[in-house]
């Protein structure tokens, strides 16, 4: 994975400074969070998406309230980080939310944070060789991390079967999806080169777009135009709820509905699905019970990795989900490769044309009148030619 690095702000040799933007939630401070600044975060089991997207945002410095690194599994967030050189502090505790505020000047020196002068907290400087060791390390444990997922599908399953045994009453949506394909967008490993990868796909087929929470932000950033944006809307930025697309809101089955509050703030009309299970669960299920011809998923979560690293303990409502929707899901890379290998090369349509024009010249030389047809015009062209000489 290849990770460019940017917006690095060093003043002082092994010291990196910068404005502190705080936010308990990852995803809600990727969205102010600017080139340079320092992000602080309260991260447990820093995930690979959340990592990217601190990347992405010209973090200068990460400074986690928690543990990073996992020892349960080998999660890609934190060697994300230190592999493009952005230093992460890990482990300072919690108590730094308190010990200082949003825009703070401060500074990453070694083990330490500083701010105006002082030593606000202190905790371990990840290193890639450190990391590497640790993810090594949690290799040799992901059995019992496995033992533990598999118990934990087959308690949720028990208890949600009738995700895949009912019907989930979906809103009256403006947007009509019966007949039509779907594209749901997560935010979820190379969700936006499997976004770049479908341009000739959504151009030809018009898919309606439903992005899940943060993905609509991504959709945006390509001139995808989302039909609809489902979630928590706790990763959704002010300008794409304001997008112009239908706005559905997941609500839990106890009726809470968090993401209710945030988009009345802003002055926008939502609807409420209340549904168990994840948004991208949802947002598949909603596609499929408005009468979505095709499902294509992007950025869909499918291995073990990329659940542990979502924080699931289990993968009970994902499995119904996709048993109930059947053959009409299909991943975003089957489809592109299938696009990839329909389109015409251009060596391909030079071979095609010098073909027929090979052909053209076998025909000509072999079939009489054409040998007189192409004699004539060549002597009245000649003549032309002549003629035109004459003139100047």
Sequence with gaps: MAIRLRHRNHNRAGVVEGTARLDRRTKRLTGRLRPGDVAVIDHDELDRVAAETLLERGAAAVVNARASVSDRYPNLGPLVLVSAGIPVLDNVGAEIFDRIAEGDRVSVDGNRLVSGGETVAEGELLTEDGVRKRMDASHARMSSAVERFAENTMDYVRREQHILLEAVRTPELRTKLSG?????????????????????????MRPVVIAVDGAADACLERGIRPDIILGDMDSVSPGALASG?????HAYPSGEAPGMASVSALGRDAQMLTAPGTSEDVAMLLAYEAGAELIVAVGSHTSLVEFLDKGRDGMASTFLARLRIGPRLVDAKGVSQLYHRMQIRTR???????????????????????????SILWEYTREALFRVRNLF
């Design 180 to 204: 039509r394909h779907a594209l749901v967008v997560t935010r979820g490993y190379h969700y936006r080169e499997d976004l770049d990868a479908l341009r000739a796909y959504i151009t030809e």
């Design 245 to 249: 697309a239908e706005l559905v809101v």
């Design 348 to 374: 391909d349509l030079l071979l095609l044309v010098g073909a027929a024009l090979l052909t053209l010249v076998i025909v000509s030389v072999a079939f009489e009148p054409l040998r007189t047809y192409w």
